[in-house]
């Protein structure tokens, strides 16, 4: 993630800046203050699930390393750099690899008994200053992109979780029905053009993102998972889609198993700019059918005002995006962009992580905390919160006894300035072929669809939202 990366397209979300939300916290039996501890949960969830991952970046420059040695020994079970495994840290001139940074940080996560991921060996930005130069495609994919990916991933050995090969190479403006070199040409950087914006033409196929793939595999370790990285993505929408289509040829002419494969959704979002719980779920379980893997890797959630509603709305956010993860057979990393506020790219007044500039965990941070245990209770997903409290109202823990009602306390409400939005019309459909059905998994219907809208047996056909419905 770029420090001056800014977000430029709106995700679909069914409701925005709802008037109240409701949140686990609200009850009796959640902790809503304090010190927070997430270790051992952390630990039974993994278990549970079989592997999760809960992170935040780390450089080692950062401030208050008073502050960070806590929340990556008792909050944070994983961490990613935040910088220093970017290309310019790595590589400073061609083949000479300098990991030193890089290594830091996966020491630092080391001896604080967390796990370490990988970020980024292809982007085309925080290139080295010989980059991009005038380097020929040919050499570019022959040589240059595999030396370096193979002295990153090589050097930083196979204990690393994951690694993001390729990061933010769909374009903004692509579409539906786009083939997984229209969308990635149509982000019109380097290395599809010779420059960021340039408009000539350089390397003009996919062969950079095989020869990066490609070389990722030979050298990570086996149970490494391999990524392709990008924001404004979850959703049922043209950027999802053309994520899912890249990782597709990359299984098909880079010949990497769809279970090496993963596939990490950014999320710097807002709470006008997110991803509903329904889509990100849908999402899931389209790479849970492939056999690949979900992470969200950067999510941070920027608002508008650093007030109590806000701040409760960006709970809620913060737990459906969690319990998406959660209870997904797929996704098993889950990446927080920046411990706190004053450390987080966004700047301090958009309050866009779990721990305020002091250092203390904010309600989002407990909500979190409520969501794990939540999930380890066996209890099912929640309803998705963000929606607000005349769509979901959460529910306490349940008492141990048998027959017995949930125990809970009164909801709070909070009214958050609202933007008045209007609700998009309904799905509509035309009718299939008599007879035609859409298989588990298949879209079955939503604004424009033209497909069958019955299922195959025995799954039905659940809306999204307006603009899709699945079989599941």
Same mark, same amino acid.
């Given at each position: ?7 430029v397209s709106?995700?679909?979300a +069914? ?9 686990l ?17 952390l ?9 999760f991952?809960f992170g935040?970046t780390y ?9 960070n ?10 961490v990613?750099a935040?910088?220093?495994?970017k ?10 690899s300098?990991l ?9 996560a ?6 370490? *991921?990988?970020h ?8 080295p200053t010989?980059?991009?130069?005038s380097?020929?495609?040919?050499d570019?994919?022959?040589?240059v992109?595999p030396q ?5 991933i090589?050097g ?11 990061n &933010?190479?769909v374009?903004?403006g692509v ?7 229209q ?13 960021d ?6 390397v003009?196929?996919?062969s950079?993102?095989h ?5 990722a595999?030979?050298?990570?370790? +086996?149970?490494? *998972? $391999?990524?392709?990285?990008d924001?404004n993505?979850?959703g049922s ?9 890249v990782?597709?040829d ?19 979002i807002?709470?006008?700019?997110f ?7 849908a999402t ?11 992470m ?7 608002l508008?005002s650093?007030?109590?509603?806000? &701040?409760?709305?960006q ?6 995006y ?12 889950f990446i927080n962009?920046d411990? *706190?506020d ?6 301090t007044s958009?309050?866009g992580?779990?721990f305020?500039?002091n ?6 941070a407990? &909500? ?5 245990q939540r999930? $380890?209770?066996?209890?099912?997903m ?7 409290t005349s769509s979901?109202?959460?529910?306490? +823990?349940t008492?141990?006894?048998a ?7 009164p909801t709070?409400?909070?009214?958050? +300035?609202?933007t008045t939005t209007?609700?998009?019309p ?5 009718t299939?072929?008599?007879g035609?059905?859409a298989a ?8 424009g669809?033209?497909?069958p ?5 025995p799954?039905?056909c659940?809306v999204?939202?307006?603009y899709y419905?699945q079989?599941?």
């Amino acid at each position: 993630m770029f420090k001056s990366f800014v977000v430029v397209s709106v995700l679909a979300a +069914p409701a925005l800046c709802q008037t109240a939300v409701s949140l686990l916290v609200d009850f009796a039996g959640y902790q809503s203050s304090g010190t927070l501890n997430l270790r051992s949960t952390l630990k039974s969830v993994a278990e549970k699930k079989g592997e999760f991952y809960f992170g935040s970046t780390y450089d080692t420059y950062d401030a208050d390393a008073s502050f960070n040695q806590n929340v990556f020994s008792t909050f944070f079970n994983h961490v990613v750099a935040e910088n220093g495994c970017k290309w310019d840290a790595t590589e400073p001139s061609r083949g000479t690899s300098d990991l030193t940074e890089c290594l830091a940080v996966q020491s630092y996560a080391t001896t604080n008994g967390a796990t370490f *991921r990988g970020h980024n060996t292809f982007w085309h930005s925080q290139t080295p200053t010989w980059l991009p130069g005038s380097i020929t495609a040919s050499d570019l994919v022959t040589n240059v992109i595999p030396q370096h990916v193979q002295q990153e991933i090589q050097g930083m050995g196979a204990s690393v979780t994951s690694w993001d090969v390729v990061n &933010e190479i769909v374009g903004d403006g692509v579409s539906n029905g786009m083939t997984a070199l229209q969308c990635v040409q149509n982000k019109k950087d380097w290395p599809t053009q010779t420059a960021d914006g340039s408009n000539t033409a350089l390397v003009t196929d996919l062969s950079f993102v095989h020869a990066a793939f490609t070389t990722a595999l030979q050298y990570a370790g +086996p149970n490494t *998972r $391999l990524a392709i990285n990008d924001y404004n993505t979850g959703g049922s929408d043209a950027k999802t889609a053309c994520v899912l289509a890249v990782l597709a040829d990359i299984n098909a002419n880079a010949a990497i198993p769809y279970n090496r494969l993963a596939v990490g959704f950014q999320s710097h979002i807002s709470p006008t700019t997110f991803v509903s719980k329904a889509a990100l779920t849908a999402t899931f379980a389209k790479l849970a059918a492939l056999g690949a893997t979900a992470m969200i890797t950067e999510l941070d959630i920027a608002l508008p005002s650093g007030t109590t509603a806000y &701040e409760r709305l960006q709970a809620a956010i913060w737990g459906d995006y969690l319990d998406a993860c959660l209870y997904s057979s797929s996704c098993v990393e889950f990446i927080n962009w920046d411990t *706190r506020d004053d450390l987080s790219w966004l700047g301090t007044s958009e309050a866009g992580t779990l721990f305020d500039s002091n250092g203390n965990p904010k309600v989002a941070a407990f &909500e979190v905390q409520a969501r794990l245990q939540r999930f $380890l209770s066996g209890a099912p997903m929640l309803c998705a919160t963000a929606l607000g409290t005349s769509s979901c109202m959460a529910s306490g +823990p349940t008492t141990t006894s048998a027959g017995s009602t949930p125990t809970t306390t009164p909801t709070t409400t909070t009214t958050i +300035p609202t933007t008045t939005t209007v609700a998009p019309p309904p799905p509509t459909t035309t009718t299939a072929p008599t007879g035609a059905t859409a298989a588990h998994w298949g879209q079955c219907g939503g604004i424009g669809w033209t497909g069958p809208t019955v299922c195959a047996s025995p799954f039905t056909c659940q809306v999204s939202n307006a603009y899709y419905s699945q079989c599941l």
